[in-house]
Each structure stands twice: as structure tokens, then as C-alpha cells.
């Protein structure tokens, strides 16, 4: 049967990479279940990048960093929807970004973003959804509230954004 070739699995003591099997076949098994995964998402795939904190007062980061992930470890509960993860997600904090090269780099369909500025008791929070390949809003809010209690409000937004998530769209 010439042209074929045979993928043999690794033996003990087999050197890695060489014949036998070894770590390029294991590699590839791995990369080709990886490929299979995110494919089985199609565009429900989500990131939530950490918010900008647009506040003259820098101690106000946590409620921007905190209100990230607290969106992050809602939308993560759906069991349909694949959320990066929050180390991958604040790795683009600080950095000028690029919305495709993003998505690209993480391989996801949805960008979500936002900013929050606090002025005394006031708090005014943007989100928006982004179809990160087309570079367009599926949908932007803002919601102006009072800080009664910052895990309250943050948890109105998650709410409000997991009801509106892309594993709810066609």
C-alpha cells in the first residue's frame, strides 16, 4: 500500500518526536481536539476585557477591575458560551488594542468592553457588546447610579449583559 502512512502509538521509552508516535503526533491529536472544540462554539465565544477606569481617582481601578470580572464569572456559567479566561482577558490591560487582533489572538467572536467614571456618589458604567470581526456594537448601555453599593450595581450589569449574551443569538 503505497502513499499511506501509519501514525504507530508511542511505546515506553520512545524518544519524543521520533518514530513510534512521540510528542509531534500527541501534538497534533491535541491541537486537532483544541480546533474541534473552539469549532464547535462558532460565534459564541466571548472576552471580557478589563474596564477602563476613567476616574481622576486611580484607587477607583478595583471597582473597574472588579466589575470586569464579576461580569466575566457570570457569562462563564453559561454552558453554551466560551469565556476567556480572566488572566488571558487582563493581559490586554494598559495596552493599545485592536479589536480584531484581539478576537484573532483568542480566537473569539465577542468583545466585551467598557469604562467607568465615578464622580462623589455617582457611578456611570458603558458596556458594550462588539462583533469583534466585523469591528461593529451589537449593543452598548449605560447605566448612571448611585454607589448605595458597589456589589449591587455590578451585579445589575452581569445580569443585564448575560441576558443579552451571544449564546442568545441565532
Given at each position: 500500500?503505497?502513499?499511506?502512512?501509519y501514525?504507530?502509538?508511542?511505546?515506553?521509552?520512545?524518544?519524543p518526536?521520533?518514530a513510534?508516535?512521540?510528542?509531534?503526533?500527541e501534538?497534533a491529536?491535541?491541537?486537532?481536539?483544541t480546533?474541534?472544540?473552539?469549532?464547535?462554539?462558532?460565534?459564541?465565544?466571548?472576552?471580557?476585557?478589563p474596564?477602563?477606569?476613567?476616574?481622576?481617582?486611580?484607587?477607583?481601578?478595583?471597582?473597574?477591575?472588579?466589575?470586569?470580572?464579576?461580569?466575566?464569572?457570570?457569562l462563564?456559567k453559561?454552558?453554551?458560551?466560551?469565556?476567556i479566561?480572566?488572566?488571558?482577558?487582563?493581559?490586554?490591560?494598559?495596552?493599545?488594542l485592536?479589536?480584531?487582533?484581539?478576537?484573532?489572538?483568542?480566537?473569539?467572536?465577542?468583545?466585551?468592553?467598557?469604562?467607568v467614571?465615578?464622580?462623589?456618589d455617582?457611578?456611570r458604567?458603558?458596556?458594550?457588546?462588539?462583533?469583534a470581526?466585523?469591528?461593529?456594537?451589537l449593543?452598548?448601555?449605560t447605566?448612571?447610579?448611585?454607589?448605595?453599593?458597589i456589589?449591587?450595581?455590578?451585579?445589575?450589569?452581569?445580569?443585564?449583559?448575560?441576558?443579552?449574551?451571544?449564546?442568545?443569538?441565532?
Open positions: 500500500q503505497v502513499g499511506r502512512t501514525c504507530v502509538p508511542p511505546r515506553p521509552g520512545d524518544p518526536g521520533e513510534g508516535g512521540g510528542s509531534q503526533v501534538e491529536r491535541q491541537r486537532g481536539r480546533e474541534a472544540l473552539l469549532e464547535s462554539y462558532g460565534d459564541k465565544s466571548i472576552v471580557v476585557l474596564f477602563v477606569n476613567m476616574s481622576d481617582d486611580a484607587a477607583n481601578e478595583y471597582f473597574s477591575d472588579g466589575l470586569a470580572e464579576e461580569l466575566l464569572n457570570l462563564a453559561i454552558p453554551e458560551l466560551r469565556v479566561s480572566r488572566t488571558s482577558a487582563f493581559s490586554y490591560k494598559g495596552r493599545p485592536k479589536l480584531r487582533e484581539v478576537a484573532a489572538e483568542l480566537n473569539v467572536a465577542h468583545v466585551l468592553e467598557g469604562s467614571r465615578k464622580a462623589g455617582r457611578v458604567i458603558t458596556v458594550q457588546l462588539i462583533d470581526r466585523a469591528d461593529s456594537h449593543w452598548s448601555d447605566f448612571d447610579r448611585r454607589l448605595d453599593d456589589f449591587a450595581i455590578q451585579e445589575e450589569i452581569a445580569a443585564t449583559v448575560a441576558e443579552r449574551n451571544p449564546s442568545s443569538r441565532g
